[in-house]
């Protein structure tokens, strides 16, 4: 059973950085799909970024230009890169993986974005 454990969230200042990674438990590098969501309470959770087979990175609209995904294959991680946060990125982000027609979430790492 895979198993995936964000790391990396935390209080950052409007206009800073945070990267964010996500370790999995069973070799992700075959999975359909890997990639980022988030979450703020009272609405839905949302997809960020995700890597789709051997295509491009895919972004929110809201990510382009200031979020970066890519995965390390020998480490067994995905990460996602967050530059020139604003308060509306604040959320719990999750790590997501579909691997064999199954869906697998990490827990959640919280960022908040706040002078």
């Known amino acids: 059973q895979v198993q995936l454990v964000e790391s990396g969230g935390g209080l950052v200042q409007p206009g800073g950085s945070l990267r964010l990674s996500c370790a999995a438990s069973?070799?992700?590098?075959?999975?359909?799909?890997m990639g980022w969501f988030r979450q703020v309470p009272g609405k839905q959770r949302e997809p960020v970024a995700m890597l789709v087979g051997s295509e491009a990175p895919k972004y929110s609209e809201s990510a382009k230009g200031r979020f970066t995904i890519a995965r390390d294959n020998a480490k067994n991680t995905v990460s996602l890169q967050m530059d020139s946060l604003k308060p509306e990125d604040t959320a719990v982000y999750y790590c997501?993986?579909?691997?064999?027609?199954?869906?697998?979430w990490g827990q959640g790492t919280q960022v908040t974005v706040s002078s």
């Open positions: 997501y993986v579909l691997l064999s027609e199954r869906p697998f």
């Open positions: 069973g070799n992700i590098v075959g999975a359909n799909l």
